[in-house]
């Protein structure tokens, strides 16, 4: 069983419809993290959970809304998507920490993401 | 300018060759430094990272870091066909995973 485990692999949704992504880590982690990647572009950093607390949010869209009802467990709620919002999305989780200097153990691992065709 | 900034590519390389992926990053302060390697369709998978001035080797792959210069390298000893794949530089400019920054990778092509 891998680390990081995403569900769907493949969506295909309509403008108007409503469906989730699931993530679930098994690698102990305190934080998950949602991420965007389209084509030729940066992985796009979406949000953050820390212990369960939404710590970033990178000015994503209302129609992206996630869910994190406990450190294992990650949603990705979808509504009224755009074309555009086509992407590979990618769920991650780290131990993080957040103690000035203190760099070990945050490093992300990632899920093998969900490619997300909006027609 | 980026935050992080990488070649874009194609580095296309000999088989059994070095190859050589570079990259940059603009905030002084970043503290540690990641190479990832993804295949095409697929996720991110993490290689190696650095926290220190100088070099880190693991098995094929070294990563060098130059903090003055600003820069973060990693090496691909006796490259095979398997390594072709775009290559991620991340930097983390916090000591919280949700400061990490990503370029836009580089994309290698080891030639038979």
């Known amino acids: 069983e891998t680390g990081v485990t995403q569900t769907p692999r493949h969506l295909v949704m309509g403008m108007t419809n409503k469906k989730s992504l699931k993530c679930e880590q098994h690698?102990?982690?305190?934080?998950m993290y949602w991420y965007k990647q389209s084509a030729k572009k940066p992985l796009e950093l979406m949000f953050v959970?820390?212990?369960?607390?939404?710590?970033e949010n990178n000015s994503v869209p209302s129609r992206f809304s996630p869910e994190c009802p406990n450190s294992s467990h990650l949603f990705l709620h979808l509504h009224t998507l755009q074309p555009e919002d086509s992407a590979l999305y990618l769920c991650a989780s780290s131990q993080d920490r957040v103690d000035p200097g203190q760099v070990v153990g945050n490093t992300i691992y990632f899920g093998e993401g969900s490619w997300l065709t909006v027609v | 300018q980026k935050e992080v900034e990488q070649n874009s590519g194609p580095l296309s390389v000999p088989e059994g060759a070095i190859a050589s992926l570079n990259c940059t990053y603009s905030d002084r302060g970043s503290q540690s430094f990641f190479w990832y390697r993804q295949y095409s369709g697929k996720s991110p998978e993490l290689i190696m990272f650095?926290?220190?001035?100088g070099d880190k080797e693991d098995g094929r792959f070294t990563a060098q870091l130059n903090k003055a210069s600003q820069y973060v390298s990693l090496l691909i000893r006796d490259s095979q066909p398997s390594d072709s794949a775009t290559y991620l530089c991340a930097v983390n400019q916090y000591s919280s995973a949700s400061k990490i920054i990503f370029g836009s990778g580089t994309r290698l092509s080891i030639r038979p």
């Open positions: 959970y820390n212990f369960k607390e939404q710590t």
């Open positions: 650095i926290y220190s001035n």
């Open positions: 690698l102990g982690h305190n934080a």
